[in-house]
């Protein structure tokens, strides 16, 4: 078979060739299908942009209003799925309801296990966008012990997210226009990044053949680890507690810095960007609009601009080109629409959901084989048996 060369991490190793995603982490540039992220965050919204990363072209408006109807269809959930939720304790992490009950709709939609033509495919497409964005928001409402909402099929995939999380028996959700813009966005900027660990996930999971929600489910808990997804909920607990201790960054970017130390500086740092992230560069220009716009002062947004600012001018970060990167600013920003610190990595679960769905389609439209790395043994060389008695 030859030599094996070890590349822990993957750090120089491609797994596939693929027409998602590009991505030059020098340059600091990323495009979706070809398209800028500064263009599509500005110009598109995201059911537009999750069937381009799906289908592979900018949808028609009456290719988008479909695409819009049959995620709807399939927006109601199984009722039994309710006893799932309200075996968990009420203190379980969203992360770990979130991928349980993704793997739970495997039960209840079996078809979409084992997809056998291209309409079953395009089905379950649609079933994962619209059964995801439900239960999701589920996971909060059984945390704060409220009634489970449906989703209103006379608004919107964004809106309804917010209408799902926050709309209480006693009246409607108030609907803030600014506020669905701005997740919109966040949304887009989260919709896809190539090989990242939990599309890689997904990817791998997928390539056994087992079906979209097993593969997806895989993905959320990938997303979770503060090192991916779980960031964002990081920076912001970071960022509390750099307050709570008097706001002094230097202390905290000295502690990053320390090898003995564990501790790192959340949502700074890439695998892949050794320039600016532009996820990052459009995140923080939102932050100031929207809590500009809503008229929020939070005295963690002053946090971050000097934490960005000490860290960006310290030879240990400008040498290793640490960036911030995308979970830096957007808990800020979900901070300011009300979303809980709790759920942050759940709403980057909605964002990357397009993208784990168009990763998964392209690796099996391809006929990719079965992900299965090779090692190098390091243990132990042949050994004799012995006896439990003769241990
Ligand atoms: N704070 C302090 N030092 C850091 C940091 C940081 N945030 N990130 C990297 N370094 C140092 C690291 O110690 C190493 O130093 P040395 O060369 O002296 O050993 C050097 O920079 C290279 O780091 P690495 O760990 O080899 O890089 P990686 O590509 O394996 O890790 C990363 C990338 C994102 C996991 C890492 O930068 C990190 O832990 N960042 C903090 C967590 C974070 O913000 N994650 C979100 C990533 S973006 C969105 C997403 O993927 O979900």
Not at 308 to 319: G, Q, S
Not at 372 to 391: D, H, I, M, S
């Amino acid at each position: 078979t030859g030599a094996i060369t070890i590349d822990p991490g993957y750090k120089n190793t491609g797994s596939c060739k693929s027409e998602i995603t590009f991505l030059d982490g020098e340059e600091g540039i990323l495009r979706y299908r070809g398209y800028a992220i500064e263009d599509l965050a500005e110009k598109a919204d995201f059911l537009e942009v999750s069937y381009l990363l799906i289908f592979g072209e900018l949808p028609t408006a009456a290719q988008l209003e479909k695409f819009e109807n049959d995620i709807r269809k399939y927006t109601l959930v199984h009722e039994e799925m309710k006893n799932i939720i309200d075996g968990f304790p009420k203190t379980a992490h969203p992360m770990g309801v979130l991928s349980s009950l993704t793997s739970a709709l495997t039960a209840f939609n079996p078809k979409s296990v084992n997809v056998k033509n291209e309409k079953e495919l395009y089905e379950a497409v649609c079933k994962t966008m619209g059964k995801f964005l439900v239960i999701a928001t589920w996971t909060y409402r059984k945390r704060m012990g409220f009634p489970m909402n449906y989703y209103d099929n006379t608004k919107g995939y964004v809106e309804n997210f917010m209408r799902l999380m926050f709309e209480l028996p006693t009246g409607p959700y108030k609907i803030d226009k600014r506020v669905i813009d701005a997740l919109d966005k966040l949304f887009i900027l989260h919709a896809d990044h190539e090989q990242n660990c939990s599309t890689s996930t997904v990817r791998i999971v997928g390539s056994s053949h087992a079906g979209l929600f097993a593969s997806i489910s895989a993905g959320v808990s990938a997303l979770w680890g503060p090192l991916h997804g779980g960031a964002n909920q990081a920076v912001l607990e970071m960022l509390q507690e750099i307050h709570d201790n008097g706001g002094d960054v230097a202390k905290f970017v000295l502690k990053a810095k320390d090898k003995d130390d564990p501790f790192r500086l959340m949502g700074f740092g890439h695998r892949v960007y050794k320039n600016f992230d532009p996820r990052a560069t459009i995140i923080k220009k939102a932050a100031d609009d929207v809590l500009g716009a809503l008229g929020v002062d939070d005295p963690l947004l002053d946090i971050a601009k000097q934490l960005e600012k000490v860290a960006l001018e310290d030879e240990y970060f400008k040498a290793r080109n640490l960036y911030p990167n995308v979970d830096f600013y957007s808990g800020i920003i979900y901070r300011a629409m009300g979303i809980p610190v709790e759920m942050f990595t759940v709403l980057f679960a909605i964002g990357r959901l397009p993208g784990w769905i168009a990763q998964w389609k392209e690796m099996r439209l391809n006929g990719e084989p079965i992900g299965r790395p090779r090692q190098v043994y390091t243990g132990y060389t042949a050994r004799a048996f012995k006896e439990v008695n003769e241990r």
